[in-house]
T-cell receptor
Framework: NAGVTQTPKFRVLKTGQSMTLLCAQD?????MYWYRQDPGMGLRLIHY???????AKGEVPDGYNVSRLKKQNFLLGLESAAPSQTSVYFC?????????????FGPGTRLTVL | AQSVTQPDIHITVSEGASLELRCNYS??????LFWYVQSPGQGLQLLLK??????LVQGIKGFEAEFKRSQSSFNLRKPSVHWSDAAEYFC????????????FGKGTHLIIQP
């Protein structure tokens, strides 16, 4: 099993450009999450999904959109990138609700917005 | 609202010495507590978790943590550190069965001196 994979690993954008980050998991998990990690801030939840076709906002959702058209994939979109979105983005998945279950993390995507 | 405090941003320990990383949490009900480790350039990996029962929990890589309800603490310990333990360590709290994931601390950066 590959576990949780993320594409791409690195990306540089100019302000105003758009992009989509792809997260895929092969563990048949229901729950999936997108976090961002900034220096000295720990991880903050952007959006999450409790199953195929569902999405919900987390702590810092502004400027991001997500979709979960297939159970194994969770996409994070930036419609108009801003320098404040420079960060490392992590995807995670879990069998049960994320507040009580082990989350499995991908390797991360490092995004720089110029 | 729930929160996690990791008082130490950086800790330096000599190889072979013992280690204790501090974590204090704030949560209104019975907490689910986690410690994750992030090696450089990698995603997060679960070290151990506490849900209920014995307040001393054992994890992978020789780590253990003790839940102390009276002190709202969940400190991570290891009797003898190895150079490969150099990493970022995150404490996280959850609970209540909510799908919106965990609240993470800001992390402690562990440096191992030879």
């Amino acid at each position: 099993n590959a576990g949780v994979t993320q594409t791409p690993k690195f990306r540089v954008l100019k302000t105003g450009q758009s992009m989509t980050l792809l997260c895929a998991q092969d563990m048949n998990h229901e729950y999936m999450y997108w976090y961002r990690q900034d220096p000295g801030m720990g991880l903050r939840l952007i959006h999450y999904s409790v199953g195929e076709g569902t999405t919900a906002k987390g702590e810092v959702p502004d400027g991001y959109n997500v979709s979960r058209l297939k159970k194994q994939n969770f996409l994070l979109g930036l419609e108009s990138a801003a320098p404040s979105q420079t960060s490392v983005y992590f995807c995670a998945s879990s069998v049960l609700a994320g507040s009580t279950d082990t989350q499995y993390f991908g390797p991360g995507t490092r995004l720089t917005v110029l | 609202a729930q929160s996690v405090t990791q008082p130490d941003i950086h800790i330096t320990v000599s190889e072979g010495a013992s280690l204790e990383l501090r974590c204090n949490y704030s949560y209104g009900a019975t907490p689910y507590l986690f410690w994750y480790v992030q090696s450089p350039g990698q995603g997060l990996q679960l070290l151990l978790k506490y849900f209920s029962g014995d307040t001393l929990v054992q994890g992978i890589k020789g780590f253990e943590a003790e839940f102390k309800r009276s002190q709202s603490s969940f400190n991570l310990r290891k009797p003898s550190v190895h150079w490969s333990d150099a990493a970022e360590y995150f404490c996280a709290v959850g609970g209540g069965g909510g799908a919106d994931g965990l609240t993470f601390g800001k992390g402690t950066h562990l440096i191992i001196q030879p």
